[in-house]
């Protein structure tokens, strides 16, 4: 067995063994719909998903069990994004143009090459410009018995109304709490790491891309000394922010993980305070549960709430820098009794 083709049928598997036991059904009995709108956060499977449903499409080899066996030169190549009667579109810088349209519309119109299926997977198709969308619409608004289009999305909200209509609308689930805790070791976390971005994140894809330069380590080391100073009154919180956390924010999607590390540090001295010290706590130092342990559980509930609302600081393009110093102002203040 080919072992990328084994290890996308394995994870497609594992990772929604429920959607993937519906589509198989579908198939077994020739009820597969000409369109589907996979929708969900990347990370949760639909990209092995999808791999997986091409493969059960041309595969000459279905098991009872209803799995492309993984071995033939149709898994194979679906597998590593090689073979000419599986489409694949992606968006070019930050759109999907009606040029890339026009070619599907090209393609539409062919036969399969190699086999009797052809299938069209459209990554980001939030990302289509609206010319590109209503090309589309014609398309699947027409469909063949020997083709399937598949349009993957995270933002939903974003696909024309026309097009949700004429597809079969999967939402994608969230991995089980087991699946994305072992998923997150596999990817080289730490126990008490992968706990840590279980909480913040069911991403795959992107708790992935925490890991690059110790990224995720050094920004939770960042916050939890933040943090610390933050109960101990220390003067210096302000300088941490510009030594130590300015270098980790480099853009929007880290700033926002910034602080929902701090929401996630405050939540647990919430915990704390209401149930005692939990194992695996964020805050689990020994030295500081004395200090959680005196602060009013008022203040500390005031203070989350103003950082769970601090990335709306963001969307009104206040800086980072100037959200977090207000933040550790306004928390210092609020621990003060100001």
Known sequence: MDMKAKEIIEQATNKQPRLLAQLSQAASHNRLAHAYLFSGPNGRGQSELVDWL????????????????????????????EHPDVINIHAEGKTIKVEQVRFLRDEFSKTPIEGHHKVFIIHDADRLTTSAANGLLKFIEEPSAEQTAILLTENKAQILPTIISRTQVIEIPSLAPAQMKAALLELSYSPELAGLAQQL???????????????????????????????????????????????????????????????????DILLMKVDGPAEGSFMDNPQWQTIITSLPLAKVVKILDATLHAPQRLQRNISFQTTLEALILESQLELAGA
């Open 54 to 81: 091409a493969m059960r499409l041309l595969c000459p080899n279905i098991s009872q069990t209803g799995q492309p066996d993984g071995d033939c030169d149709q898994c194979r190549r679906i597998a590593n994004h």
């Open 201 to 267: 994140t069911d991403n795959l894809d992107l708790a992935a891309t925490w890991l690059v330069d110790d990224w995720f380590m050094q920004s939770v080391a960042a916050i939890k000394k933040l943090v610390a100073a933050i109960i101990q009154g220390q003067s210096d919180a302000f300088v941490m922010v510009q030594v130590e956390l300015l270098p980790l924010a480099k853009g929007n999607v880290e700033q926002d993980t910034l602080l929902a590390i701090l929401g996630q540090a405050w939540r």
